[in-house]
């Protein structure tokens, strides 16, 4: 097992999250609300009655891949690892369009921030709760998601049987004005679908009194991972469709440490066909990715922007 935190070391402005224990957070005491309707949502009733718990929404105002040159030193060699940042020049795009139109809002809840105030914790790091959300616009007036009183509802099927987000980090603590939460079996929830990925760590820098913020984030998915799921966007196939045989983008973490890993692709079909594990034994077959020997992992990054927002509730609609 490679240790992925041998380095906390950032390139720019990037921290760490540790990793720990699993996702899928309990709750001791699962919120119900009553049934309400929203505007523009055709809500039906949830059967989960489920609320998100009370805390502090913020909504993406921008949300970007950073080019491959960005992001968290995973292997501690000193340069950011982050080899999906090739695939900046076709998700960004995507990204922004999706954004401007409301089409794919993405929200992140944290529970425990301090009120408005000057005040700062005096001593260490405090705990806190971070979830990131789909969310739906309820008004689907795209024009007023990001001016910092945006509201959505999210899906029933983004909380657990605890009343929990699915996508809440296993830990999380803030320090002044910086939340550094981490988890090392994480899916983040897009307009596709989910994407799991082993090792999140990620930073939000609070401004403005917690109004504003801004997201860095390393991660590190499997080829498996990728190869189950489904770019956000217009991109056609699974993520590890294109990564390999479009983009020849082989992973660049060696999770298992028998070396890295290569995928192979069919150069005529541009079907997966085959995978070599890090000792160079040849794992034949399109579903290799998934097989016991080939766990590696791609390193990769997102950057964002986050402005105050607001979960109105819990619907029984697709996300
Ligand atoms: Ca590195
Ligand atoms: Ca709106
Ligand atoms: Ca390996
Ligand atoms: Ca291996």
């Known amino acids: 097992m ?15 999250w540790v990793v720990a224990g699993s996702s899928g957070c309990t709750s ?27 805390g502090t929404t913020f909504v993406f105002s921008g949300l970007e891949v950073p080019s491959e040159g960005e992001g968290r030193d995973f292997n501690g060699d000193g340069t950011p690892d982050n080899i999906l940042g090739r695939l900046a020049p076709a998700i960004n795009p995507g990204w922004e369009e999706s954004v401007a139109r409301g089409s794919a809002m993405y929200l992140l809840h944290v529970t425990g921030l301090p009120g ?15 979830a990131w959300y789909f969310g739906t616009d309820v008004d689907e007036d795209a024009a007023n998601n990001t001016k910092g009183d945006g509201h959505f509802v999210v899906s029933a099927a983004q909380l657990d049987v605890n009343c929990d987000g699915i996508a809440k980090f296993d830990q999380a603590t803030l320090e002044g004005d910086v939340l550094t939460a981490s988890d090392d079996d994480w899916d983040i929830i897009f307009s596709t679908g ?58 660049d973490i060696d999770i298992d440490g028998d070396g890295l890993e290569t995928i192979v692709a069919n150069t005529k ?8 594990d890090g000792d160079g034994t040849k794992v034949p077959g399109n579903d290799c990715p998934c097989h016991p020997r ?19 509730g819990v619907v029984n609609v697709p996300r």
Not at 116 to 130: I, K, N, Q, R, S
Not at 269 to 276: F, K, L, N, Q, R
Not at 299 to 311: D, E, N, P, Q
């Open 116 to 130: 408005p105030g000057p005040e700062t914790p005096a001593y260490g790091p405090t705990p806190v709760e971070l």
């Open 269 to 276: 079909t541009g079907i997966i066909s085959g995978c070599v």
């Open 294 to 312: 080939i766990a590696d992992g791609y390193s990769w990054a997102i950057r964002g922007k986050l402005v105050r927002a607001h979960i109105d």
């Open 2 to 16: 490679i240790v992925l935190w041998g380095s906390r070391r950032w390139v720019v402005t990037w921290l760490a």
């Open 194 to 251: 989910t994407i799991p990925f082993v090792d999140v760590l990620a930073q939000i820098e609070f401004e403005d009194g917690f109004t504003e913020g801004k997201l860095e984030a390393g991660l590190i998915a499997t080829a498996c991972g990728l190869s189950q799921s489904y770019f956000p966007g217009h991109t056609t196939g699974t993520i590890l469709d294109q990564v390999v045989p479009a983009f020849d983008i082989q992973p």
């Open 28 to 54: 001791d005491s699962p919120q119900k609300r009553d049934h309400d309707q929203w505007p523009g949502i055709d809500a039906a009733p949830d059967p989960t009655e489920c609320a998100v718990e009370d």
